[in-house]
């Protein structure tokens, strides 16, 4: 099932968001329990989820700094 998930995720030009890394590390351990896929593979998917789940943090946290930002100069 994993598998199918990537391949949704390669016709799409849109940005994962933390709801379907949800959804794809839960699927990946569904995968690993019934067989269908590797501890290696699904090492490797947590890998690449962790990786991405720290770019959206920093992301989002440089959002609100530049917002925070353009307040404090409408107040000069």
Known sequence: MSRELFKNMENQKTKMNTEEMAELLSQTLRDVV????????????????????????????????????????KRK
Not at 36 to 64: F, M, Q
């Open 34 to 73: 019934a067989r269908k896929i590797t501890l290696r593979h699904a090492l490797a998917v947590s890998r690449i989820a962790t990786s991405l789940a720290r770019v959206i943090e920093v992301a989002e946290l440089n959002k609100r700094i530049e917002f925070l930002e353009q307040v404090l100069k």
